[in-house]
Each structure stands twice: as structure tokens, then as C-alpha cells.
């Protein structure tokens, strides 16, 4: 199995955005998130769409905004659609890849990147299946005052596959990252640098 490169290099440092005027606007929904392109909610920082664009082309969906992870940071939810999609994120959403970008004082960075695998800067999350995941189910669960928005991915069924359940996402404020949790929903689980043992180890 290759070594874990993916996140080696700053994603999104090189894309730039001017800093005055940045700081993001308070959300009138709960939690202070809103739902993406389309919703009416207020835009935020100057450049996302730009930024969206260049991970995901011009497809791409903004599904979420705001300080999705109360850390004090603008982050972004967005995603490459599986197949047109509309309504509630609650009800869950079909796609092919997905990335969490933050703020940062002269630009985004990437702070989560759902794929063929589940992964942030440390390495893939607990529960990512060995093999590589062709599609994915997004549903954006309650947000927590310490831990920001829970998101839930769940790898889509592939003919002779046993399914792999969901694995559930928040941010973790002691070491400043996505992580996933247990099964009950309550600590969370260091990443593993390579998947060459299985990762399935929420239930």
C-alpha cells in the first residue's frame, strides 16, 4: 500500500484570498451553519465558489458554511454530486468526493477530504473501508457546542461488498482535527497512517 501522501502538501494554501472584509458573517441558522448554493444563506468570505471550483470543477456543491467545527473558523462543506440532488442535507446526500476547507489568514486550507478513502492531514480516518470507495452518502447530523456539526459518511452498497457502516465525523478541539468517533458516538479515534490492517472498528 503507498504511504499516506495525500495531505503532505497545504491543498489550499496557494489559492489566496484577500483578507479584507473576510471575517465570516454571523449564521442565522442554528449552529451557525447553512445550507449551500441555493439556500439564501449569507456568503461568507469572498473566493469559496472560486476555491470550490478548483478542487471539484464547476459541478460542484457548496452544502454547508459556516463555523461548522466551533473552533472560531469560516469552514466549508462541499461536494462533487453523485447525481443531481436537492432538499435537506439531514436526509442524506449522494456523492462522489467531498472536502472540508477552512479559513485561513491568507487563504483555505484543507481540512477534510472524503474520496476513495476518508482522511484529514494525520492520516484515514477509523472505519474507512480497505478497499476504495467509488460513492458515498453524506447526512449532516446535530451540531455541539464543543464539537461543531457531526457529519455521517456512509460508503454507497457495491455488488459483493459487505456494507460498511456509517462512520460518523466532528471535530475533535484537543488535537484540532476531523476525527471519527466510537460507536457510541463519544470518543474519538486516532487515524491510521496506512490501511493495511482493517479500519472498520466502530461497532
Known sequence: MNRFLLFALP??????????????????????TTAG??????????????????LFGSKVRVLLKGDLAHNGRYHVLVLDPRAPVAGDPASGVAFWRAAVIQKEDKGWMEVLRCDEYLKNSSGYLRGTPLAPVSGWQLQVGPADDKRGQQLSFTPLPVKGIVSVPAIKVRWNPIVNRYQSLDAANQTFLAELPLLETPASELR
Open 11 to 32: 491543498v489550499l494554501a496557494c489559492v489566496l484570498v484577500p483578507c479584507a472584509g473576510c471575517q465570516a458573517p454571523a449564521d442565522s441558522t442554528a449552529g451557525g
Open 37 to 54: 448554493a441555493g439556500s439564501g444563506g449569507q456568503e461568507g468570505p469572498p473566493g469559496v465558489q472560486a476555491v470550490a471550483e478548483k
